[in-house]
């Protein structure tokens, strides 16, 4: 049997969104630039994706640019907000902008901090999660100073599922601003949330939000940053005046169409009856591997997390090892982001969460998409339980 249980690192195509993006493959191959029919009908297409994405988030279409992923539209929001408080629009003198975003962010949000923080572009503050893998509004409110002019919190994080408090950030950022002179725009990465939460921007109380396509059932290389209207954005990637000159570059149709079409089967009554089937399943799997398996804790809150997520920590086994094992035996599982499964460092989140090296090193993320059946999770449990023995029986880590 295969078992794929790495949705949150990819998803499939759903079977919609092929159909729908198929003829910009084929015949409806026109740059949506060019004035003649090609064009137009690749035009026509886009901003036809462009409010199918507006309505998923409850916003306007002239608040949506298309990125090539979620990693382009985390970079889009810090540096496009940092790059306006640096060009002279800021209120406060002789003071570098300050961004405030959490030690559990995904990296496309840490390394671009990081590097704003290094080459003395801007100040930012990293706030550290309860042993939940929470960040509190207090903690935030905490950290805002006069210079401060974002706030960028992950709403989901991508390795243990933690949902964050976004709407009660966002509540409180905005009585924040009303005694402030310059604003605090407020942004959260929601790629691993737009499959199960809810995204009405309005709702969330953001100005910024970032998803991504290949997490929800379209393709890879397409991506989405809403930004409410009065945000003043400026650009990072320079060329032509595509995306209402905000986001140099062609546009991918073929991405964009399969984006909006995504969005659109996940406004589907039947899609959230899926989504429930995927909770309870998860429920199932962790309540077997935690009565079954000894010596074994869940990573991160259980009551604030994504449907989906159950992300393990095993004790006295090495998580590579466990990953091995898994495959061997045709079961797809994670020890954190697909983006850092190359390093052998510690898990940042896990680190920040917990302190603790070992706890990092043995811990395995598993994540339920849409087609996963119980027979896929008892097949694994089985698996899990034969691999978790042998390991312990061979490991120098500890009691067995």
């Not at 902008?97 to 840490?110: D, F, K, V």
């Not at 923080?117 to 930012?124: D, F, G, P, T």
Request: hydrophobic share 35%; with cysteine.
């Amino acid at each position: 049997m295969k078992v794929y249980l790495d949705y949150s690192a990819t998803s499939p195509v759903k079977n919609e969104v092929k159909k729908a993006l198929l003829p910009f493959l084929e015949n409806n191959f026109g740059n949506p630039s060019s004035i003649h029919s090609w064009g137009q009908v690749a035009r026509t297409a886009v901003e036809k994706a462009r409010t199918q994405v507006a309505e998923f988030l409850n916003s306007k279409p002239e608040e949506i640019i298309f990125t090539s992923g979620g990693t382009e539209a985390d970079n889009l929001a810090v540096r496009g907000i940092s790059n306006w408080s640096a060009k002279g629009k800021f209120q406060i003198s002789n003071s570098k902008p300050h961004i405030i975003t959490s030690a559990i962010e995904h990296y496309a949000i840490l390394r671009t901090c990081e590097y704003l923080e290094k080459n003395n572009l801007a100040e930012i503050t990293y706030l550290k999660p309860n042993k939940e893998g929470l960040i509190t509004k207090e903690q935030v409110k905490k950290a805002v100073k006069k210079n401060t002019v974002l706030a960028s919190v992950i709403y989901v994080n991508n390795e243990i599922g933690v949902i964050q408090p976004i709407r009660e950030i966002g509540k409180m950022i905005e009585k924040e601003n009303e005694k402030r002179e310059n604003k605090i725009y407020f942004h959260t990465d929601a790629v691993q949330a737009a499959e199960y939460l809810p995204m009405n921007v309005d709702f969330l109380h953001v100005d910024l939000l970032t998803i991504s396509g290949h997490k929800i059932g379209a393709p890879k290389g397409i991506g989405a940053l809403y930004f409410r209207k009065d945000v003043p954005l400026r650009k990072i990637i320079f060329g032509g005046e595509q995306e209402m000159n905000l986001r140099a570059g062609t546009e991918n149709v073929a991405g964009i169409v399969a984006l909006g079409k995504a969005t659109e089967v996940l406004r589907d009554k039947k899609y959230e009856i899926r989504a429930e089937k995927t909770l309870k399943l998860r429920d199932y799997f962790i309540d077997r591997v935690l009565k079954e398996i000894s010596e074994v804790e869940l990573n991160g809150s259980r009551q604030s997390r994504s449907p989906n997520n159950a992300n393990f920590y095993f004790k006295y086994v090495e998580g590579e090892s466990i990953l091995l094992s898994l495959d061997l035996v045709g079961i797809a599982a994670s020890s954190g982001s697909a983006c850092t499964s190359l390093s052998l460092k510690p898990s940042h989140v896990l680190m920040a969460t917990y302190n603790n090296a070992e706890r990092s090193h043995g811990s395995i993320r598993f994540t339920l998409g849409e087609k996963t059946t119980k027979e896929e999770i008892d097949y694994t449990i089985t698996n899990l339980k034969t691999i978790i023995k042998r390991l312990r029986e061979i490991s120098p880590l500890g009691v067995k």
